[in-house]
C-alpha cells in the first residue's frame, strides 16, 4: 500500500508564508505527477499546482505568482511554498500522488488525508 502524510498547514495572518510537505511512503515502483488540490466549505475540490515527474509544473491562475510547487524524488516528498496568503486561500489542502506500485502494472491515484490552512484577514 502507499501512504502520503501531508504537514505544514496552519493559521496565518493575510500576507504570510507557509509551506506544506507530503511525503509517499509504502510499496512504491515510481510516483508521476504529485499535486496539491484544496477544498473550501461549501465548495468543490479544485486543483492548486501540479507537477510531473521530470518537473513540468501547472499551476491554477489564483495560485499563480504566489505559490511553487516543488518535488524532491529521493525522498518522494512533494512541496507547495505559499506566498502572500489570502483570506480566499482558507482550505484544506490535500496531496495526491499517482504511484505505481511494486507488482502492479498501472499507476493508481491515492490522496493525503488533508491540512488545514486558515488565513485571517
Known amino acids: 500500500q502507499v501512504q502520503l502524510v501531508e504537514s505544514g498547514g496552519g493559521l496565518v495572518q493575510a500576507g504570510g508564508s507557509l509551506r506544506l510537505s507530503c511525503a509517499a511512503s509504502?510499496?512504491?515502483?515510481?510516483?508521476?505527477?504529485m499535486g496539491w488540490y484544496r477544498q473550501a466549505p461549501g465548495k468543490q475540490r479544485e486543483m492548486v499546482a501540479i507537477?510531473?515527474?521530470?518537473?513540468?509544473?501547472n499551476y491554477a491562475d489564483s495560485a499563480k505568482g504566489r505559490f511553487t510547487i516543488s518535488r524532491d524524488n529521493a525522498k518522494n516528498t512533494v512541496y507547495l511554498q505559499m506566498n502572500s496568503l489570502k483570506p480566499e486561500d482558507t482550505a484544506v489542502y490535500y496531496c495526491n500522488a499517482d504511484v505505481t506500485a511494486w507488482g502492479r502494472k498501472f499507476a493508481y491515484s491515492y490522496w493525503g488525508q488533508g491540512t488545514q490552512v486558515t488565513v485571517s484577514s
Open positions: 507537477i510531473t515527474s521530470g518537473g513540468n509544473t
Open positions: 509504502g510499496s512504491i515502483f515510481s510516483i508521476h505527477t
